[in-house]
Nanobody, 118 residues
Framework: QVQLVESGGGLVQDGGSLRLSCLASGSIFRPNAMGWYRQAPGKQRELVATTTSGGSTNYVDSVKGRFTISRDDAKNTVYLQMNSLKPEDTAVYYC????????????WGQGTQVTVSS
C-alpha cells in the first residue's frame, strides 16, 4: 500500500515563498507521475504541476515562472517550490501519485493548507 505525506504548507505574505514536500512510502513502480493539485474553497480541484519518472514536467499556466516541481527518486519525494505567491494561490494542496501498471492506480495525500495574505 502506498502512502503520501505532505508537509511545508503554512501562512505567507503576498510575494513570499513556500516549499512543499511529499514523501511516498510503499511500492513505487515505474513508470509513474507525481504531482501537486490544489483546491480553493468553492472551486474544483485543479492540476498545479506534475513530473514523470521519465523526466518531463507540466504546469498550469497560472503558476508558470513562479512554481518549480522537482523529485528525488532516491527519497521517493516530490517537491513544489512556490515563489512570488499571490492570494489567489490560497488553497489546500494535495500530492498525487499515478502508477502506470497494467491498470492505472492513483493515490492522494491528505492535503496541506497554503494561505497567502494580501
Amino acid at each position: 500500500q502506498v502512502q503520501l505525506v505532505e508537509s511545508g504548507g503554512g501562512l505567507v505574505q503576498d510575494g513570499g515563498s513556500l516549499r512543499l514536500s511529499c514523501l511516498a512510502s510503499g511500492s513505487i513502480f515505474r513508470p509513474n507521475a507525481m504531482g501537486w493539485y490544489r483546491q480553493a474553497p468553492g472551486k474544483q480541484r485543479e492540476l498545479v504541476a506534475t513530473t514523470t519518472s521519465g523526466g518531463s514536467t507540466n504546469y498550469v499556466d497560472s503558476v508558470k515562472g513562479r512554481f518549480t516541481i522537482s523529485r528525488d527518486d532516491a527519497k521517493n519525494t516530490v517537491y513544489l517550490q512556490m515563489n512570488s505567491l499571490k492570494p489567489e494561490d490560497t488553497a489546500v494542496y494535495y500530492c498525487n501519485l499515478v502508477l502506470f501498471t497494467k491498470t492505472i492506480i492513483t493515490y492522494w495525500g491528505q492535503g496541506t493548507q497554503v494561505t497567502v495574505s494580501s
